[in-house]
T-cell receptor, first 110, second 114 residues
Framework: TQLLEQSPQFLSIQEGENLTVYCNSS?????LQWYRQEPGEGPVLLVT?????EVKKLKRLTFQFGDARKDSSLHITAAQPGDTGLYLC??????????FGTGTLLAVQP | DSGVTQTPKHLITATGQRVTLRCSPR?????VYWYQQSLDQGLQFLIQ???????AKGNILERFSAQQFPDLHSELNLSSLELGDSALYFC?????????????FGPGTRLTVL
């Protein structure tokens, strides 16, 4: 059983559509991060959320941390082909190691 | 560019062989992490070093070992390779050994075992 379950696993949409990706757990976290990984590259940190109910915006991306700090969502408005990639949520374990979610592979068609 | 470099980019080898993956952390970062990414297991933590000392171990096989040298670069050694070891191997670095501290990932090494 994975600590962080992401849904959906795959998502293929047309340019201009909106989408939401979810990251769920039964555990409570002090913070949660979202990464994007493009083909042939390592994950790149997008945002860190630390407060229950917190909402952070990064251009067309909106991140929310659940009130109970067990789950998070990533909403993309008017998706563009450049948003294509693997989206990963992650939490820190002991000694700063990262525990990653199962991932959501997003393809935005032009 | 994250500032973390990994070599080689691609590696193709046969079962039973041994390979060494190399990672140079960002300038000033003392902590190095190794992760394995495969289709069935996702992205998983293997091992962490801080300033030359092993700090934490994850799901790392006994056939795998790592070390961090005085110049802070790190090597991941994989031996007696099996088909299932085919994966992407990422190195990441951070300043601090404890979190939450931002980790910066390298571009990875794609290992193919035939």
């Amino acid at each position: 059983t994975q600590l962080l379950e992401q849904s959906p696993q795959f998502l293929s949409i047309q340019e201009g559509e909106n989408l939401t990706v979810y990251c769920n757990s039964s555990s409570v976290f002090s913070s949660l991060q979202w990464y994007r990984q493009e083909p042939g590259e390592g994950p790149v940190l997008l945002v860190t959320v630390v407060t229950g109910g917190e909402v952070k915006k990064l251009k067309r991306l909106t991140f929310q941390f659940g009130d109970a700090r067990k789950d998070s969502s990533l909403h993309i408005t008017a998706a563009q082909p450049g948003d294509t990639g693997l989206y990963l949520c992650a939490v820190h374990g002991a000694t700063n190691k990262l525990i990653f979610g199962t991932g959501t592979l997003l393809a935005v068609q032009p | 560019d994250s500032g973390v470099t990994q070599t080689p980019k691609h590696l193709i080898t046969a079962t039973g062989q041994r390979v060494t993956l190399r990672c140079s952390p960002r300038s000033g970062d003392l902590s190095v992490y190794w992760y394995q990414q495969s289709l069935d297991q996702g992205l998983q933590f293997l091992i962490q070093y801080y300033n030359g000392e092993e700090r934490a171990k994850g799901n790392i096989l006994e056939r795998f070992s790592a070390q961090q040298f005085p110049d802070l670069h790190s090597e991941l050694n994989l031996s007696s390779l099996e088909l299932g070891d085919s994966a992407l191997y990422f190195c990441a670095s951070s300043v601090a050994p404890v979190g939450p501290d931002t980790q910066y990932f390298g571009p990875g090494t794609r290992l193919t075992v035939l």
